[in-house]
């Protein structure tokens, strides 16, 4: 998803009505303009823009009426339909629409053109209008360059140089030359309440790495699993070598990077990084722990647990019946209960060692919690998936730690969620895998927009100072006559 602004912050401004007051065509205008400004900005408040129904778009024969130069295998039929553009304004279009794409690809480029829609106010067209009733309308344009964010797509086609036959494909979700391409048409629909960005550290300048499409496939994963947050696409990149300052890092919800990366921060980066925390950011770092000493503590802390949880479980049972065997039972789970609290000291003490080694780069004054440690309503425990544990989320043992600002996941976690781990999973463990990413996601959406929430915005300290002044003694003045009151 792109990040769609919301409506500017202003009044709305109406007609005063009195009697004797006379209607005139500026004051009808100015009537009707505020119910269709506020209708608007409800719209675009609420919903994101997008194909509410119809629209499709079919090949056609071209019809017989035109000159031959015409009659080709670029035409196409536009279906009856309605969308809400950016903002907020409907466009409908009630009758079938035949339209010929006149693109044209050369040097044996392939070029993409994108057949969108976009709204018309009728009244400022600069064409006399002899009714007395204006239809709002629409604009039909093909283009080889993006649409714009008031455009609404309908279709692309891939076209190559050469004569051009449009065609339906033979597989709508795999699209091939001079076949209608379906697949990017957004359908309106209610805003996500919550927007997160991220961006991730890389380590040469325009390198693509694996993580993007990582988090992507996450992003994905929030349609279904919490559609009240949605992904900013696209994924930010900063470069591992450059001086970044706040500016930099500021946009973002989330800074991803890994542990190896973290060694490699400049002085000024882990000043921003600093900076940038202070401000509600939440810095994500994955440290692989494959083939460590931890790996095989966080192994046999698992199968203890799991041992203790089955005799706890068969001695909770057996209680009633077999008293001497429920004993032996109680014996054992508290040898067993003993091994896990001696585990539990080495996993934290090779914790501290592997924090050390990048926490002269992070800010990490704050003491680190253990996810189990975390109190069970703490959002990344609990919103909006519940966890109790993690140890065995995947097939290799994971841990997560935070101090509020970072967290730090031990273990290859990201991987799972585009489906490009190396371990073959169980079905429930892959979904388990997003629903913690989930979980973390929307974790720093919160942290950061109340950070946020309780900062002075600067943007609107220079508006206005004199009407500020005005508003506060506007409100002491209310103050006052409350106070007053008997």
């Known amino acids: 998803m792109n990040d769609l602004p919301y409506p500017a912050i202003k009044s709305f401004e109406r007609l ?45 024969d071209a019809p017989e009426d035109l000159p ?30 035949d339209f010929r794409i006149s693109s044209i690809a050369y040097d044996n480029e392939i070029e993409t053109v994108y057949l969108v829609l976009s709204y018309v106010d009728p009244a400022k067209l600069k064409r006399p209008s002899v009714n007395e009733v204006l239809i709002e309308t629409f604009r039909v344009n093909e283009k080889t360059d993006l649409p714009l964010d008031t455009d609404i797509e309908i279709c692309r086609i891939t076209i190559q140089e050469g004569q051009l036959t449009i065609q339906k494909p033979v597989d709508v979700f795999s699209p091939s030359l001079s076949q209608l391409d379906m697949r990017y048409r957004l359908q309106a629909r209610i805003r996500p309440q919550n927007l997160i960005r991220v961006a991730c550290f890389q380590n040469q300048k325009n390198q693509q790495s694996p993580i993007h499409d990582h988090f992507r496939g996450l992003g994905h994963s929030l349609q279904s699993l919490l559609p009240s947050l949605s992904l900013i696409e696209p994924i930010g990149n900063l470069e591992i070598n450059t001086e970044l300052t706040l500016d930099h890092l500021s946009p973002y919800h989330l800074v991803y990077l890994t542990h190896s990366q973290s060694l490699y921060l400049n002085e000024s980066s882990q000043l921003a990084l600093r900076e940038y925390m202070a401000l509600g950011g939440v810095l ?102 519940l966890f109790t544990s993690l140890v065995t989320i995947t097939e290799e043992p994971i841990q997560i730690l935070t101090n509020g600002g970072v967290i730090v996941i031990l273990g290859e976690l990201s991987a799972v969620w585009s489906g490009q781990s190396n371990q073959s999973l169980t079905r429930e463990s892959i979904r388990n895998c997003q629903e913690l990413g989930v979980n973390i996601l929307n974790y720093a959406a919160h942290h950061y927009g109340m950070h946020q929430a309780m900062l002075v915005n600067p943007q609107y300290q220079k508006l206005a100072p004199k009407l500020e002044a005005d508003q506060r003694r506007i409100t002491n003045m209310v103050d006052n006559m409350v106070d007053k009151l008997p």
């Open 284 to 385: 994500l770092i994955e440290v692989s722990i494959r083939n460590t000493k931890l790996e095989n503590l966080l192994s046999i802390q698992d199968e203890l647990q799991k041992a203790s949880n089955r005799i706890r479980q068969t001695t909770t049972n057996q209680f009633d019946d077999q008293n001497a065997d429920a004993a032996d039972q109680t014996g054992l789970q508290s040898e067993l209960q003993s091994e896990l609290d001696a585990i539990a000291i080495e996993v934290s003490s090779s914790t501290d060692d592997l924090l050390n080694s990048f926490r002269s780069k992070i800010p990490m004054e704050k003491p680190m919690q253990a996810f189990a440690d975390l109190d069970r309503n703490h959002p990344l425990r609990s919103q909006p998936f």
């Open 68 to 97: 031959a130069k015409f009659r080709d295998g670029r035409w196409v039929q536009i279906q009856p339909g309605m969308a809400i553009d950016l903002q907020g304004n409907f466009i409908v279009v009630p009758m079938p629409l």
């Open 16 to 60: 005063q009505v009195t009697d004797g007051l006379m209607i005139n065509s500026e004051r009808w205008r100015l009537a009707h303009e505020y119910h269709q400004h506020r209708q608007n900005v409800q719209y675009q408040s609420l919903f994101l823009p997008g194909i509410i129904c119809g629209l499709g778009v079919a090949p056609i």
